[in-house]
């Protein structure tokens, strides 16, 4: 199994200048962000369908992640303000939420749509995108195992 996921991987370097906006309002770079670590960038937003059917998984699958060393950023075109954070609180949702405010990680991640899951190696680097959320374990312990 480990040899056919690896075989979905992909190996695209980020932009350096791409920023992302905490809770907040304070601009966080990509490096700060993955801090060395696997990362997950969960691209979503409140107003698409397909990200609020699987935003249940995706608080599911958050502590999976974070037991195995991979980190959760959920990043939204949405404004991050006191109704947004108010409904996640609502649903139960944990994760820490970015806004991509000028469409930066848009533009360097390129995902599909919402939802979208991207993972990066701790340095930074795209190994697999186009995940979903129940897929992400899986594919998170292959970067924390050094594949």
Not at 95 to 112: C, I, L, N, S, T
Request: charged share 20%.
């Amino acid at each position: 199994m480990r040899t056919r996921l690896a075989a979905n991987g992909v190996r695209r370097h980020l932009p350096g200048a791409v920023r992302l906006v905490d809770a907040e309002g304070k601009a966080q770079s990509l490096e700060a962000l993955v801090g060395g670590q696997p990362t997950v960038f969960a691209f979503w937003s409140r107003w698409c369908g397909g990200s609020l059917q699987e935003l249940p998984e995706l608080q599911r699958v958050s502590g999976e992640l974070a037991r195995i060393g991979v980190r959760l950023v959920a990043v939204t075109t949405d404004n991050i303000d006191a109704s947004l954070m108010a409904w996640m609180r609502e649903h139960r949702y944990s994760f820490p939420v970015f806004q991509d405010k000028r469409g930066e990680a848009g533009a360097a991640f390129q995902p599909y749509g919402t939802p979208d899951h991207i993972l990066v190696d701790g340095a930074g680097v795209v190994r697999f995108e186009r995940l979903r959320a129940r897929e992400l374990p899986a594919y998170g312990a292959l970067l924390v195992q050094g594949q």
